[in-house]
């Protein structure tokens, strides 16, 4: 049987050979693959029109790339085995003058000891930390570069729900990435690390890990706030992501710029906060407000004539003074708390000129107040 197998397979082969011998062309066709020598492709007649959106995106971009750069921050970190070991994380900003300052986050720059710039052209610069602001959670670079074009600045006090917004940063390191949406919202909120926003800008635009410190722009590519954080489950953009007003930011760069902080205001006073029971406990005309128990002698409160406590009395344990003058409201702001007066202030500088609104006895007051430079400000301004 073995012997046969060699002659088997050679007939085998023989038949096949035959048959593929006598097919016709069109039939051979159908049996072995044909190459063609080319493959016939269907092209645009040209290249593509842009659409008027496009058009925006791309102008937005144009303008706003150069301005913008990368932020690398090295931290010291101490590690039970290494011991001390250095810790980078990154971070966007954008350029605001000639001069090389650069405004970006507080958090981006925490606690670093050195930081660097790149900008978009790829050049490297080491840069400084010219001033922080907690509070607001903005910080002021500054580098020695030439050729530096600046971002242009807009104006947040009349933007509108709806409006198109654009990010430009460094999202996960990802060097002038752009995303695009609106403004979803402009509602007051208050930070992971416990800071207040007024009016922050809420985007729908993709802020991401790398995107904090960033420009939010409008469709003329102007600057209307400054990238924050987002909110989220995941770490990364989930459609809820906020921004610093551009007009908080301009209030304080020069004195960030000038002294390295912002020279906060004080009013002047002690004041203990009011809820309703106490409200009725000591027979107050109103349910909430800050009860001024004593007056910085020579202080902006002093100089617009509200008055402390004269007669002592407890709460619990706790001495305090009554009979003091009621502040309920700053400039049609309702003042309920420390916080809510720390707030009205941070959005004013020493020299500015606010409206108390006040009881004394049961009788409603308003007075004019020339903030001054808070005490612990003094020293060396």
Do not use: W
Request: a neutral charge; zero cysteines; aromatic letters at 4%.
């Amino acid at each position: 049987m073995k012997a046969l197998r060699p002659i088997l397979l050679a007939i085998v082969l023989v038949a096949a050979v035959y048959y593929l011998i006598s097919l016709r062309p069109g039939e051979l066709s159908r049996v072995l693959p044909v190459h063609p020598g080319r493959v016939e492709l269907t092209e645009a007649a040209g290249p593509a029109s842009l659409n008027p959106q496009e058009e925006i995106n791309i102008s937005v971009y144009r303008k706003a790339l150069p301005s913008v750069v990368n932020i690398t921050a090295t931290a010291v970190a101490f590690d039970f085995f290494y011991g001390v070991v250095p810790e980078q994380g990154q971070g966007s900003g954008f350029i605001i003058d000639k001069q090389g300052h650069i405004l970006t986050n507080y958090h981006v720059v925490q606690n670093a000891r050195e930081v660097s710039v790149t900008l978009a052209d790829k050049k490297k610069y080491s840069a400084v930390i010219v001033g922080l602001d907690r509070d607001h959670d903005l910080a002021v670079l500054k580098i020695s570069a030439p050729d530096l074009k600046p971002a242009t600045l807009g104006d947040s006090h009349d933007l509108q729900v709806g409006q198109e917004t654009f990010a430009i940063g460094n999202p996960f390191g990802l060097a002038g990435t752009m995303t695009r949406g609106i403004i979803s919202s402009i509602r007051p909120v208050r930070g992971p690390a416990g800071n207040y926003l007024d009016e922050a800008i809420q985007t729908d635009a993709a802020i991401n890990p790398g995107n904090s410190g960033g420009p939010l722009l409008n469709s003329h590519g102007e600057v209307i706030g400054i990238n924050t954080f987002i909110v989220s489950q995941a770490g990364q953009s989930s459609g809820i992501g906020f921004a610093i007003p551009i007009n908080v930011a301009k209030a304080v760069i020069n004195d960030l710029v000038a002294y390295g902080r912002v020279r906060r205001p004080a009013l002047g006073v002690r004041a203990l906060p009011i809820g309703p029971e106490l409200a009725r406990q000591l027979g107050l005309p109103a349910d909430n407000g800050l009860l001024i128990m004593s007056v910085v002698p020579g202080s902006a409160a002093a100089k617009a004539g509200l008055k402390g406590g004269t007669e002592r009395a407890l709460l619990g344990n706790i001495p305090i003074l009554v009979g003091g003058d009621l502040i309920v409201a700053i400039d049609g702001h309702p003042v309920e708390d420390t916080q809510d007066l720390a707030h009205v202030l941070n959005n004013h500088r020493a020299g500015d000129t606010v409206t108390v609104t006040y009881y004394r006895g049961k009788e409603k007051r308003e007075v004019k107040v020339t903030l001054d430079l808070a005490p612990d400000q003094r020293v060396g301004t």
